[in-house]
C-alpha cells in the first residue's frame, strides 16, 4: 500500500512558516493565547511557531474527543473538542495520550523514516508532524491510503487541498466513504452532529474491543487494517502468483484488472463486524433469553389507547406470560399498564444505516424465540414485517397496533403491506376499524382480525388463545 | 476408500462448466501426485443440454456423472454426498474455479483436525464482481462467532468430513416461505455441533459473480436461513455461562 506523496519540503531554516497561512479552518476556532503548543515538545527550528493559529488549528481539526476521552478515562471530554484538545495539551500529550484517530506515532515515525527524517530526542510525534509531516503532506495513520482514495476522487489531485487534510475535514463524515481498499472504516450514518462534534464512524473501530489493546499505540481497526494489508502483500508470492497464473490459464476474466476492487476480511474489516458487536450489546444488556410477546415500539411517546387496550387483553388471557418491549426510535418506554420488560435499540444502534437497524431488531426477535410479535407504530417494526413477515409468519403469530399518526393520517401503507400476514391487528377506535374494512371490501373473516379498543378484552383473548399464535 | 471426493455440480452454466471442470481435474491431479486417492463426481441438477454436452466426456476423465432433478442446490449437494464414499468431500460449483493446490492443502487440513472444516484463504470475485474477501478462521481470537447471526462468514464451497454432511444435511430451499441460505445455515449447524471452521493459508476460490446467481436471487428476497440454534439467545447465554 503506497500512500506517501511527497509534494514540497520546507526550507529547514524557515520553520515552514508559509504553510502557517495556507491552511483552511475558522480562525476564531482557537484561542492561540490560550492553548499554545508546548514549545520544549516541538522541533527545534519550529518552536517559533508555537502560538500561530495555524498549527492550533490543525491540531483541533484532527482532534476525535471521543477517541481521546477514551485513552485517558475522561467521559465527560468525549463530546467536546476544545475541552479535549485543552486537556490534551495540559496533561494527555505528556501521558502519551493520542488526541486523533488518524495519527499513529509508529506509523509516523515509521514513514518519516522512508523520508530521511527522524523525530529528535524530547521532541512529541504528534507535535512534530502538526509541524514537519503536515507540511511533508506525510499520511501518519494506516487508515487512509492516499492512492486509493486520490484514484476514487480524482477531483482531489488538483484542489487546493491535500487529500488527507480533505479526508480528515470532510471526508471521514461522508457517510460510506472508504479510505482504504478495506472499506469505510466502519461508516454507517453518520450522527447529523457528527462533524461539530469531530465524532467520525471509525471512531466506532478504534475503539472496537478497547479493552484489548494500548490505544495510544494501535487499536482493533489499524490492527486489521495492517493484518489485511498483510495479506494483500502476500498475494504478491511468487506461489499466490502462480495460482491465480494457473487459474487465469483456464479463465482469463480472473485476470482482468479490478475496476474497483473491495477487500474484506472478517474478523477485521468486514461490514457487519460492528453490527454484530451492537446485537451482542443488546443481547448481553436484555439478560432474558425468552419472551412470550415481543412489542416494537418507537418510544418517546404514550403508548396509546389501542396498544394499551391490547396489553390488557394479553396480560388478561395469558397471565403468566412475560412481555419484551422494544424501543426502536426513542429510549423512554411507554406504560403499557402491565409488567413488561424493555429493551432499547435506539442508542446501541446509533449510527447504524435503516438495514443494519433492522438486522438489530431481527436478531432480536429471533432471539428470544417468542410465540407472538405485535408491531406498534415503530417504522422499523414495520418495515420488519413487510420484509421478514413471511418467514416470520412460519415462527411466531403476527400481529399489530394500528391508530392515526399525529396528524391524522391513517396507517394505510403498512396495513396494505403487512395485514395478510397478521393473525390480528387492534385499532384505535371503532372507527378506524369500520373504515378499514369498507376501504378493503374486507370479507368477514378478515374483519374479524381487526380488533377495536372497546372490543379487545373480549375478542382479542379469544383470537389469541384460539390458535392463531402456535407459531 | 477414497481420501477425497472432488464433486462438481452443475446446471446452467454451459460451457463455462468446462473451465470449472478443468480447474478441478487439475486440482485432482495436484492432490493425486500428492497420493491422495481421490474420486472425482460430476452432478448435474436438471442440467441444459449444454451443460450436459459439457461433461459428455467426463466419464472418459476418470468420473463418475449422476443426473438428479431438484432445483435446489442443498439437495442436490446432499445427493452428491450419499453418491460419494470418501472420508472426505469438497464441492465446487459448476461456474467456479479452485486453485490447483486446494485438494492437496485442504485434505492436509482435515486429516490434521478431523473435527475441521476447511475453507480457501481468499475467494477470489470475478465477473460481474472483482473483490476479494479473504475468510475468517473460527480459531483467531478476533474471531466472534456472533457474526454468523448478523451475517455469513463462509461459503459450502469448502472441504468437510463427510459425517459433517451426513449428521448436518443441506436444509431445502423455500424461498416462498421465507427460507434460502441454505449454506449459511450449514455453517450455524455445523458450528453448533462442534466443526471447527479453519482457512488453509495459500489457498483461492475464483467465484463468479453473476447477477442471476442464487445468492443474488435470495438478497433480493428478502429470505432468511430457517431457525437454528445459534439464533437463539438461550444458546449464547449458555456460552457465555460455561466460558
Same mark, same amino acid.
Given at each position: 500500500?503506497?500512500?506517501?506523496?511527497?509534494?514540497?519540503?520546507?526550507?529547514?531554516?524557515?520553520?515552514?512558516?508559509?504553510?502557517?497561512?495556507?491552511?483552511?479552518?475558522?480562525?476564531?476556532?482557537?484561542?492561540?493565547?490560550?492553548?499554545?503548543?508546548?514549545?520544549?515538545?516541538?522541533?527545534?527550528?519550529?518552536?517559533?511557531?508555537?502560538?500561530?493559529?495555524?498549527?492550533?488549528?490543525?491540531?483541533?481539526?484532527?482532534?476525535?474527543?471521543?477517541?481521546?476521552?477514551?485513552?485517558?478515562?475522561?467521559?465527560?471530554?468525549?463530546?467536546?473538542?476544545?475541552?479535549?484538545?485543552?486537556?490534551?495539551?495540559?496533561?494527555?500529550?505528556?501521558?502519551?495520550?493520542?488526541?486523533?484517530?488518524?495519527?499513529?506515532?509508529?506509523?509516523?515515525?515509521?514513514?518519516?523514516?522512508?523520508?530521511?527524517?527522524?523525530?529528535?530526542?524530547?521532541?512529541?510525534?504528534?507535535?512534530?508532524?502538526?509541524?514537519?509531516?503536515?507540511?511533508?503532506?506525510?499520511?501518519?495513520?494506516?487508515?487512509?491510503?492516499?492512492?486509493?482514495?486520490?484514484?476514487?476522487?480524482?477531483?482531489?489531485?488538483?484542489?487546493?487541498?491535500?487529500?488527507?487534510?480533505?479526508?480528515?475535514?470532510?471526508?471521514?463524515?461522508?457517510?460510506?466513504?472508504?479510505?482504504?481498499?478495506?472499506?469505510?472504516?466502519?461508516?454507517?450514518?453518520?450522527?447529523?452532529?457528527?462533524?461539530?462534534?469531530?465524532?467520525?464512524?471509525?471512531?466506532?473501530?478504534?475503539?472496537?474491543?478497547?479493552?484489548?489493546?494500548?490505544?495510544?499505540?494501535?487499536?482493533?481497526?489499524?490492527?486489521?487494517?495492517?493484518?489485511?494489508?498483510?495479506?494483500?502483500?502476500?498475494?504478491?508470492?511468487?506461489?499466490?502468483?502462480?495460482?491465480?497464473?494457473?487459474a487465469a490459464a483456464i479463465e482469463p476474466m480472473i485476470?482482468?484488472?479490478?475496476?474497483?476492487?473491495?477487500?474484506?476480511?472478517?474478523?477485521?474489516?468486514? !461490514?457487519?463486524?460492528? !453490527?454484530?458487536?451492537?446485537?451482542?450489546?443488546?443481547?448481553?444488556?436484555?439478560?432474558?433469553?425468552?419472551?412470550?410477546?415481543?412489542?416494537?415500539?418507537?418510544?418517546?411517546?404514550?403508548?396509546?389507547?389501542?396498544?394499551?387496550?391490547?396489553?390488557?387483553?394479553?396480560?388478561?388471557?395469558?397471565?403468566?406470560?412475560?412481555?419484551?418491549?422494544?424501543?426502536?426510535?426513542?429510549?423512554?418506554?411507554?406504560?403499557?399498564?402491565?409488567?413488561?420488560?424493555?429493551?432499547?435499540?435506539?442508542?446501541?444502534?446509533?449510527?447504524?444505516?435503516?438495514?443494519?437497524?433492522? %438486522?438489530?431488531?431481527?436478531?432480536?426477535?429471533?432471539?428470544?424465540?417468542?410465540?407472538?410479535?405485535?408491531?406498534?407504530?415503530?417504522?422499523?417494526?414495520?418495515?420488519?414485517?413487510?420484509?421478514?413477515?413471511?418467514?416470520?409468519?412460519?415462527?411466531?403469530?403476527?400481529?399489530?397496533?394500528?391508530?392515526?399518526?399525529?396528524?391524522?393520517?391513517? !396507517?394505510?401503507?403498512?396495513?396494505?403491506?403487512?395485514?395478510?400476514?397478521?393473525?390480528?391487528?387492534?385499532?384505535?377506535?371503532?372507527?378506524?376499524?369500520?373504515? %378499514?374494512?369498507?376501504?378493503?371490501?374486507?370479507?368477514?373473516?378478515?374483519?374479524?382480525?381487526?380488533?377495536?379498543?372497546?372490543?379487545?378484552?373480549?375478542?382479542?383473548?379469544?383470537?389469541?388463545?384460539?390458535?392463531?399464535?402456535?407459531? | 476408500?477414497?481420501?477425497?471426493?472432488?464433486?462438481i455440480?452443475?446446471?446452467?452454466e454451459g460451457v463455462m462448466a468446462g473451465l470449472s471442470f478443468r480447474s478441478l481435474l487439475d486440482?485432482?491431479?495436484?492432490?493425486?501426485?500428492?497420493?491422495?486417492?481421490?474420486?472425482?463426481?460430476?452432478?448435474?441438477?436438471?442440467?441444459?443440454?449444454?451443460?450436459?454436452?459439457v461433461?459428455?466426456?467426463?466419464?472418459?476423465?476418470?468420473?463418475?456423472?449422476?443426473?438428479?432433478?431438484?432445483?435446489?442446490?442443498?439437495?442436490?449437494?446432499?445427493?452428491?454426498?450419499?453418491?460419494?464414499?470418501?472420508?472426505?468431500?469438497?464441492?465446487l460449483?459448476g461456474d467456479d474455479l479452485?486453485?490447483?493446490?486446494?485438494?492437496?492443502?485442504?485434505?492436509?487440513?482435515?486429516?490434521?483436525?478431523?473435527?475441521?472444516?476447511?475453507?480457501?484463504?481468499?475467494?477470489?470475485?470475478?465477473?460481474?464482481?472483482?473483490?476479494?474477501?479473504?475468510?475468517?478462521?473460527?480459531?483467531?481470537?478476533?474471531?466472534?462467532?456472533?457474526?454468523?447471526?448478523?451475517?455469513?462468514?463462509?461459503?459450502?464451497?469448502?472441504?468437510?468430513?463427510?459425517?459433517?454432511?451426513?449428521?448436518?444435511?443441506?436444509?431445502?430451499?423455500?424461498?416462498?416461505?421465507?427460507?434460502?441460505?441454505?449454506?449459511?445455515?450449514?455453517?450455524?449447524?455445523?458450528?453448533?455441533?462442534?466443526?471447527?471452521?479453519?482457512?488453509?493459508?495459500?489457498?483461492?476460490?475464483f467465484?463468479r459473480?453473476?447477477?442471476?446467481?442464487?445468492?443474488?436471487?435470495?438478497?433480493?428476497?428478502?429470505?432468511?436461513?430457517?431457525?437454528?440454534?445459534?439464533?437463539?439467545?438461550?444458546?449464547?447465554?449458555?456460552?457465555?455461562?460455561?466460558?
Amino acid at each position: 500500500m503506497r500512500s506517501i506523496r511527497r509534494r514540497r519540503r520546507p526550507d529547514p531554516g524557515s520553520g515552514a512558516a508559509a504553510s502557517d497561512h495556507l491552511d483552511n479552518g475558522d480562525p476564531g476556532a482557537w484561542s492561540a493565547t490560550a492553548d499554545s503548543l508546548p514549545r520544549e515538545l516541538l522541533p527545534a527550528d519550529h518552536r517559533h511557531r508555537a502560538e500561530r493559529p495555524a498549527l492550533a488549528r490543525r491540531l483541533r481539526q484532527v482532534a476525535h474527543p471521543r477517541f481521546y476521552a477514551a485513552q485517558v478515562g475522561e467521559p465527560a471530554l468525549a463530546g467536546d473538542v476544545d475541552a479535549a484538545t485543552a486537556h490534551f495539551l495540559a496533561t494527555g500529550l505528556a501521558a502519551g495520550a493520542r488526541i486523533s484517530g488518524l495519527f499513529n506515532p509508529d506509523v509516523y515515525r515509521e514513514r518519516l523514516a522512508a523520508r530521511g527524517i527522524a523525530v529528535a530526542p524530547g521532541v512529541d510525534p504528534f507535535l512534530h508532524w502538526l509541524t514537519v509531516g503536515w507540511d511533508e503532506r506525510l499520511v501518519p495513520t494506516v487508515l487512509f491510503d492516499e492512492d486509493f482514495y486520490l484514484a476514487r476522487h480524482p477531483d482531489l489531485a488538483n484542489g487546493p487541498e491535500w487529500a488527507f487534510a480533505q479526508y480528515v475535514r470532510a471526508g471521514c463524515y461522508a457517510p460510506g466513504r472508504s479510505p482504504t481498499h478495506f472499506g469505510p472504516n466502519y461508516g454507517g450514518v453518520p450522527a447529523p452532529d457528527a462533524r461539530e462534534r469531530q465524532d467520525p464512524p471509525l471512531v466506532d473501530g478504534l475503539l472496537h474491543r478497547a479493552g484489548d489493546y494500548d490505544l495510544t499505540r494501535t487499536s482493533w481497526l489499524e490492527e486489521g487494517v495492517v493484518r489485511g494489508a498483510g495479506k494483500l502483500a502476500a498475494l504478491a508470492s511468487p506461489q499466490m502468483q502462480a495460482l491465480v497464473a494457473k487459474a487465469a490459464a483456464i479463465e482469463p476474466m480472473i485476470a482482468e484488472p479490478p475496476r474497483e476492487r473491495w477487500v474484506s476480511w472478517p474478523p477485521h474489516t468486514h !461490514p457487519m463486524l460492528l !453490527p454484530t458487536a451492537h446485537a451482542e450489546d443488546v443481547r448481553r444488556q436484555l439478560g432474558l433469553v425468552r419472551a412470550d410477546t415481543v412489542v416494537v415500539v418507537p418510544g418517546g411517546t404514550e403508548a396509546g389507547a389501542g396498544l394499551t387496550a391490547a396489553a390488557a387483553a394479553l396480560h388478561e388471557a395469558e397471565p403468566g406470560s412475560n412481555v419484551l418491549v422494544v424501543t426502536t426510535d426513542d429510549p423512554r418506554q411507554p406504560d403499557l399498564g402491565i409488567k413488561a420488560e424493555t429493551v432499547d435499540l435506539r442508542v446501541p444502534w446509533t449510527g447504524a444505516t435503516e438495514h443494519r437497524r433492522l %438486522l438489530g431488531l431481527l436478531d432480536l426477535v429471533r432471539g428470544v424465540r417468542p410465540r407472538r410479535l405485535v408491531v406498534a407504530g415503530s417504522a422499523l417494526g414495520w418495515r420488519l414485517l413487510s420484509s421478514y413477515g413471511t418467514t416470520l409468519g412460519n415462527e411466531m403469530s403476527l400481529a399489530a397496533v394500528l391508530a392515526p399518526s399525529a396528524d391524522g393520517e391513517l !396507517p394505510v401503507d403498512d396495513f396494505q403491506g403487512c395485514f395478510d400476514l397478521l393473525d390480528w391487528a387492534v385499532t384505535d377506535t371503532e372507527a378506524l376499524r369500520e373504515e %378499514l374494512c369498507a376501504r378493503y371490501l374486507l370479507a368477514e373473516a378478515a374483519c374479524a382480525r381487526l380488533v377495536s379498543v372497546a372490543a379487545c378484552a373480549t375478542t382479542l383473548p379469544e383470537l389469541v388463545l384460539g390458535g392463531g399464535d402456535d407459531g | 476408500m477414497a481420501d477425497v471426493a472432488a464433486i462438481i455440480t452443475g446446471h446452467a452454466e454451459g460451457v463455462m462448466a468446462g473451465l470449472s471442470f478443468r480447474s478441478l481435474l487439475d486440482a485432482v491431479e495436484v492432490a493425486r501426485a500428492g497420493g491422495l486417492e481421490v474420486d472425482v463426481l460430476v452432478v448435474l441438477d436438471n442440467p441444459t443440454e449444454a451443460t450436459r454436452a459439457v461433461f459428455a466426456e467426463a466419464e472418459s476423465r476418470g468420473a463418475t456423472v449422476a443426473e438428479v432433478s431438484y432445483a435446489d442446490q442443498g439437495k442436490v449437494r446432499n445427493s452428491a454426498v450419499e453418491l460419494s464414499t470418501a472420508d472426505n468431500v469438497a464441492f465446487l460449483d459448476g461456474d467456479d474455479l479452485w486453485s490447483e493446490n486446494w485438494l492437496a492443502e485442504a485434505h492436509r487440513l482435515c486429516v490434521t483436525e478431523p473435527a475441521a472444516i476447511a475453507h480457501p484463504e481468499l475467494n477470489w470475485f470475478f465477473g460481474g464482481q472483482q473483490n476479494l474477501y479473504f475468510l475468517p478462521d473460527q480459531t483467531d481470537p478476533a474471531f466472534d462467532p456472533a457474526l454468523l447471526r448478523i451475517a455469513n462468514p463462509w461459503d459450502a464451497l469448502c472441504m468437510a468430513p463427510r459425517r459433517a454432511y451426513l449428521e448436518h444435511p443441506f436444509t431445502a430451499r423455500a424461498v416462498s416461505e421465507g427460507y434460502a441460505y441454505e449454506d449459511w445455515h450449514w455453517n450455524l449447524e455445523t458450528f453448533a455441533a462442534g466443526f471447527v471452521h479453519r482457512v488453509v493459508p495459500g489457498t483461492i476460490h475464483f467465484k463468479r459473480r453473476r447477477e442471476g446467481s442464487q445468492y443474488v436471487q435470495a438478497r433480493a428476497s428478502s429470505v432468511l436461513t430457517r431457525p437454528s440454534d445459534l439464533l437463539d439467545y438461550a444458546w449464547w447465554a449458555e456460552r457465555d455461562r460455561v466460558r
